[in-house]
């Protein structure tokens, strides 16, 4: 019988690896603007802040920006990503119906698809204008800061994502979340391990591989 673990461990043919490769390739390039953009804002308002005299409150911010990117990527995949939303007469069910079921449906389908591992500009910015322009109606160092941090860990996630699908790292972090996310999906894994970057919220709503499986799937990690 062939356990959790080496599902994900399994050699591949040398097409097949060429074939990974080239959507490893199309993935990246649409990551590539993503990572820019939000990355030139939350570093832009990183050097602003530190020539301030407040530079430790907008630092703590930025920081519990990027922790709260971690509960907020949970609650996205497991009731957005992982929610249905029928298609109706009003105009805010016809919106989420078109905008966000399509979207992690494909990403389940094709879980190696380069369309279909990582956002873009166009599925996020409309998200990050709104955050960021209503934080400016707070002083700079509070939430204009945390909305960066939380952008930052955005793109951060995205990396990790894109690395979990294309990429073999031996780091013990990156094995442990590659087979957390692969388990995930696979056929009994689409109700459990939600979180993308970690396991935390997971144990926090119950919503954890069971026990077993994770012995099984963590036990060649030494």
Known sequence: MTTSSSLFDLPETRHEGVRRELEARKARHRLYPVSLLYTAYASTLLFMALRKETRLIALISFAMGSAAWTALEYWAHRYILHGRFPDGPGLFQRFCHRFFDHLHLEHHKRPWDGNHVNGTIKDTLPFAVILAGVSYLFPFHTLPMLIAGLLQAYVLEEWIHHSVHFCN??????????????????PRGSHVGFGLTNGFWDMVWQTRIPEDERRALYQSMG
Do not use: D
């Open 169 to 186: 790292f031996k780091g013990r972090y990156f094995q442990y979340i590659k087979r957390h996310h692969l388990y995930h999906h696979s």
